[in-house]
């Protein structure tokens, strides 16, 4: 598993993998993606198998441009063009109805392909340079933490990708908001495009799924995003009892609290975007010590806070 720098030699390497069937990792503005061509259903047959991904769950395919966008997506309504003129390049993902050459594989045989376009400027000149969309679900094993630094990817997939592109920490730290405008307009996903800024243009989304269009989002199962520690989110660390706490770490909002066997402190100054930031990083590090428990503090539900809630209740139903 050779990991690459991103300059133009490791993206000229990362590139020609991408264009001969290999899967590689790369940063995105929100969480390093574990890509393939998009177009090569063999290729993307690997990444299920790399993450022991269930095929009945659906890829993001990423794009550069509108060009490419038409080669995934076919009809782009004046709804839909709204919210990218608006959002794109950007952590917003779009269900949108598909072109045929798409495989069924990436799309879990729905009718609909999932498509955003990053803004991170290393997942841009990989685009670029490979000339075709690349189909890339989060670089985690399936229902485990996103990753949010290489050394993450390179620690839960290692050896089984042919490539890791080294960009460092991601910005947003969790993944893109995933909305569907048709045949109804709802909100499949929280993430880093806050939903009150969505709404702004769309209207309000709904929070179910029509019938028709289930399963189709497993970022929506009541268990993901989880660690190997379990995890139970609690509204403050102030009022755990002190022996509750010996053999625990605690995730914290704004301060940490004394007893605690390690403990993360997302944001001190109660920024929500920065707590987003640090969200999956410190849950990494924090399992990594092997503790008996994970105590995360609720955060307000308000802008991307919605998202980070939305992580830490479906990582503590696992
Ligand atoms: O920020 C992100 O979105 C990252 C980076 C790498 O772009 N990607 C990501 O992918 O989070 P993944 O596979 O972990 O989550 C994709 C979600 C899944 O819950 C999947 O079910 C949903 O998108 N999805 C994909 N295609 C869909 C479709 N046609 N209809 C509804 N949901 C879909
Ligand atoms: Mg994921």
């Known amino acids: 598993m050779p990991m690459l720098d991103a300059d133009d030699a490791g993206l000229d390497r990362a590139a ?21 061509d998009a177009f090569d259903a063999r290729a993307v047959a690997r990444i299920f198998e790399i993450k022991a991904r269930p095929t009945f769950d659906p890829l993001i395919v990423h794009v550069l441009d509108e060009v490419m966008l038409a080669r995934v997506a076919s009809s782009v309504s004046p709804a839909v063009l709204a919210l990218i003129a608006r959002f794109w390049p950007g952590p917003l993902t779009l269900v949108l109805r598909k072109q045929a050459e798409v495989p069924d594989l ?32 989060s670089a985690n094993p399936f229902g485990y933490l996103s990753p949010t630094r290489a050394e993450h990817v390179a620690a839960m997939l290692g050896e ?17 908001t995933i909305v569907m405008l048709e045949p109804e307009a709802v909100l499949l996903r929280h993430g880093a495009v806050p939903v009150e800024a969505i709404e702004a243009i769309t209207g309000p989304l709904a929070r179910e799924l029509p019938d028709a269009h289930r399963p189709l989002a497993p970022g929506r199962l009541p268990q993901h995003y989880a660690p190997r520690t379990p995890i139970r989110v609690i509204d403050d660390a102030a009022s755990v009892p002190q022996s509750e706490r010996e053999r625990a770490a605690l ?17 001190a100054r109660g920024d929500l975007r920065e707590a987003a930031a640090h969200l999956f990083e410190y849950l990494h590090e924090l399992d990594a010590l092997g503790l008996a428990r994970i105590d995360a503090e609720r955060v307000p539900s308000e802008g991307i806070g919605a998202a980070i809630s939305d992580r830490l209740a479906r990582a503590a139903a696992s």
């Open 251 to 267: 995730l914290a909002f704004r301060a940490a609290e004394p007893g605690y066997a390690a403990s993360r402190v997302l944001s």
């Open 106 to 137: 990436v799309t879990a045989g729905l009718p609909t392909v999932a498509v955003r376009m990053p803004a991170h400027p290393i997942a841009r000149a990989l685009l670029a340079r490979a000339g075709t969309p690349i189909a890339a679900p």
């Open 16 to 36: 020609a993998l991408l264009r001969t069937g290999g899967v590689v990792a790369f940063p995105t503005e929100t969480v390093y993606g574990l890509g393939a």
């Open 160 to 176: 089984r990708v042919d490539a890791i592109v080294d960009g460092g920490s991601t910005e947003h730290g969790l993944e893109s």
